[in-house]
């Protein structure tokens, strides 16, 4: 999904991997339920970006912003 500007939480923790680093937790602090990361302009639809100018702008304001993941990950000795 990275042509939508959402990542998945497993992408990133490759990643992190490949980079030597260690998950150690997660968090649910960021966490939008509202967002169904199915948008036209994918998360640029959404605030504070409105990719599409004022179409369905009150739609996506009450959506708020995107979903997001909070990770934790530390570099092993």
Avoid: C
Avoid at 1 to 16: C, N
Avoid at 47 to 69: L, Q
């Amino acid at each position: 999904m990275i042509d939508s500007g959402y990542v998945s939480e497993a992408y990133v923790k490759q990643l992190a991997n490949s980079a030597g680093l260690k998950f150690v937790e997660s968090s649910e602090i960021n966490t939008n339920t509202k967002d169904t990361k199915d948008h036209p302009e994918g998360v640029w639809t959404l605030p504070p970006n409105y990719r599409m100018g004022d179409i369905d702008r009150g739609k996506y304001a009450a959506i708020g912003e995107s979903d997001r993941m909070t990770l934790k990950f530390i570099k092993p000795l």
